[in-house]
């Protein structure tokens, strides 16, 4: 609103200004032709006035016509001079707005300078924070990409197989012992089979290495979120051997969806790293060229 105000005041300053001098203009214009015609007019009288005296003069000094001509000259009478009115009070009050409006222009262009620097500082700082951010992201996501580099697609496979193997082996050790526990019946806490036992901690222990390769082969999972699906795997185990007779279908089950959601994350987490390794490549060649 102040700035507003003081364009609309430089403006009607200028106009005010403008104004006077128009007026000035007319005076000078009407009174420089008045004068002119006051010139005219005598210079007229004067010659025809001249005019007469000569006609007058000719026939008794004809013979000091030539003297008289070049001593007083054909005017006789001068016409007085014409001085021109100065509006010296006018001129000077216009030459004093003109510079005021002058010095208001000035103190204009060095504001809009002003901002136009603090405007051109800020720029350049948010640019230099974005490039800052931008290098810190960079930066971070290489560290990431170094810290777990996530496994292609043959070296998935053997890992699948190894999971495989370890699951068959682990479960062929669980069913071994279950087996022991059965034939020389051992009882633990004088209620519960060792079969119950041997069934939930081999779950357990069993989740919890799958977690770890899938770990190491480059998926990220906290400790907290693998030892408490470890322990709910283990837990849901204990729970199908206690609440049905057929313990092995239970323990069958368990072992084949794990193994299969763990070879399955296995590939589709190696397949989505080589499609995005492989786009990655093709957009630094293009950026490149």
Known sequence: MPEEKSQSLLAEKLNATGAKIADLTSKVSASTKHAISKTNNAVKAAVSNSKAKIEERRDERAKKAKKDLSAEGIIDNIPPMVTLPEFENERLTIVSEQNENQVMMLEHMQRLSERVDILERRHKARLEELFEIKKNQTVSDEVDEEDVPIIGTSAAMVEALHVLGVSIVWI????????????????IASAYPLAIFSWSVGAFSWALYLLHRLLKSGIKIPLSIRFQTSLAVGLITLMGVMLNDDSMETVSSVWTWGTMVTIGLLIGSSMIATAWRSTKKLVSINSEY
Request: charged share 25%.
């Open 172 to 187: 062929a050790i669980l069913i071994g012992i279950d087996k022991y526990g059965d034939g020389n019946d051992i009882i």
